[in-house]
């Protein structure tokens, strides 16, 4: 499968099985797109005749180029047979019942009461709870417990907001480090927080220990306080960047991520994402679309799509620009290895959310991920007896990338990995069908990521 598109002057060709990607002149990029369909005769007069005008444009080199291309298909860069298919049902089924990582639910209440948020202000549509000591031990038993091989163990503390259940946090760490050097373990842990309750201990304590942190922070204090604010309808806007930017500071400016959510309010999500660069000092990035119902007044219209779009192409361009002005910023969906990864395991088989990974609420139940919990159709079991749900726990196995019919003629899937399964059921009502929306919009950042590659190599 062939994938051609033209952004930030670059004619970008992506074979998209083969992981190919191959920048090339306008008549070039005219002969791929003619060369399945059409024989070299064809190709030629065709060309000829649009490119009349240009006289560098001959029959000669016209008939090289399309030796060049059949020269790519015959390696395999070009034009390349779809081979992971049959691979799909298989891969998850190798790694067994493995878990390599989960989300603790160490507070499942909140000090904000944001209007947009998914989890019902921290409580999941339940009863507001913190995780004991005791669940939170017996979760990462659980995790070294049905890790198998695995050295490398990640470990999310997530909410509702975890520093409301601070101590609980410091001490699972405690017992954590206590116990991986004999069950021959390493634990990654990762702490998301709306920042409200930073102080000088958690600074300290994050910065030692939390391998990442996330930090809540839409952009603007005009967008941040519309939608992010306390049970008395204040904004948090004043209260938390200047403790994000003391904790950025003390960790010396990396391994963290400011991660803001752009709704309705604010399509033109780029004004945020400068203000928190070159006003406030944060490089690390992320803006992630809302994901709420259609009638919310912070659902992204379908006007709001496209202007995404031209806003993605837009945060492209300027991050170029810092590139190439030596104070570069990181925007996170733009983070692609080319060369490196991820593995073919992963681009099939997606996340692993329900197999890999699952989240722990504050009572020890398991759910495949954050998104699923509170819904008791998705409870897979408990740190306790384990998965039970083992009917559910299959049907997770078997979302991948080649799961929805959807997905079939689909360029990207071999970088989204099939999509979010949470975002795909709470749009579709099955995990194998797919959030449009969300799909749109991908594939936009995978193309300005590619040219920014493109871009960055100085082709």
């Known amino acids: 499968m062939v994938h051609q598109y033209q952004l930030g002057g670059y004619n970008i060709v992506l074979d998209a099985c083969s992981g190919s990607i191959h920048v090339v002149d306008e ?81 499942h209440t909140c000090n904000l009461n944001c209007a947009y948020c998914f989890a019902s202000q921290g409580r999941y549509s339940g009863d507001r709870a913190l995780m004991s000591f ?29 520093l409301m259940n601070w101590q609980v946090v410091k001490d699972l760490v405690a017992y954590a480090r206590s116990v991986e050097a004999s069950a021959g373990k390493r634990f990654r842990f990762t702490l998301t927080t709306n920042g409200m309750l930073i102080d000088g201990d958690v600074i300290d304590f994050a910065n030692r220990e939390m391998d990442n942190v996330v930090l809540s ?40 991520y400011i991660r803001g959510t752009f709704t309705h309010r604010n399509p033109d999500f780029t004004r945020d994402l400068f203000h928190m660069a070159d006003e406030l000092g944060f490089t690390q990035l992320s803006m992630e679309p809302v994901v709420c119902a259609p009638g919310d007044p912070a659902a992204l219209t379908a006007e709001d799509l496209e202007t995404v779009k ?53 009572w020890g139940d398991l759910y495949p991920c954050h998104q699923f919990v509170g819904e008791e159709a998705f409870k897979l079991g408990n740190i306790w007896d384990g998965v039970t749900n083992t009917a559910l726990r299959e049907e997770f196995r078997a979302c991948n990338a080649y799961a929805r019919p959807e997905c079939a003629g689909c360029w990207a899937k071999l970088y989204c990995s099939g999509g979010c399964a949470a975002n795909a059921y709470h749009a579709s009502g099955s995990i194998r069908g797919v959030y449009e929306a969300g799909c749109a919009l991908f594939r936009k950042r995978i193309e300005c990521a590619i040219m920014m590659k493109a871009a960055e190599a100085g082709l």
């Open 27 to 107: 008549a070039a990029y005219d002969v791929i797109a003619l060369f399945e369909d059409h024989s070299p005769d064809e190709i030629v007069a065709a060309l000829l005749e649009k490119y009349a005008a240009r006289p560098d444009v001959t029959e000669e080199e016209l008939r090289r180029c399309i030796g060049d291309v059949q020269a790519l298909k015959d390696g395999g860069k070009l034009f390349s047979p779809d081979t992971f298919a049959p691979l799909a049902g298989t891969f998850k089924e190798r790694s067994g019942d493995v878990v390599k990582a989960l989300c603790l639910h160490v507070a």
């Open 134 to 162: 005791e669940t939170g031990k017996q979760a990462l038993d659980f995790l070294i417990e049905h890790s198998g091989s695995r050295t490398n163990l990640e470990v999310d503390f997530f909410g509702g907001e975890p």
């Open 310 to 362: 031209e806003q993605y192409e837009l945060l492209a361009a300027d991050m170029l620009r810092r590139q190439r002005e030596g104070r570069p910023i990181t925007f996170y969906h733009y983070m692609l290895d080319l060369e490196n990864g991820p593995c073919v395991y992963k681009r099939i088989s997606g996340c692993g959310s329900g197999t890999e990974y699952m989240a722990v609420t504050p």
């Open 217 to 256: 922070l839409d952009g603007r204090r005009e967008i941040h306080d519309a939608l992010r604010v306390d049970y008395a309808g204040q904004g948090s806007y004043h209260r938390i960047v200047p403790k994000f930017q003391e904790l950025v500071r003390a960790r010396g400016g990396e391994r963290y």
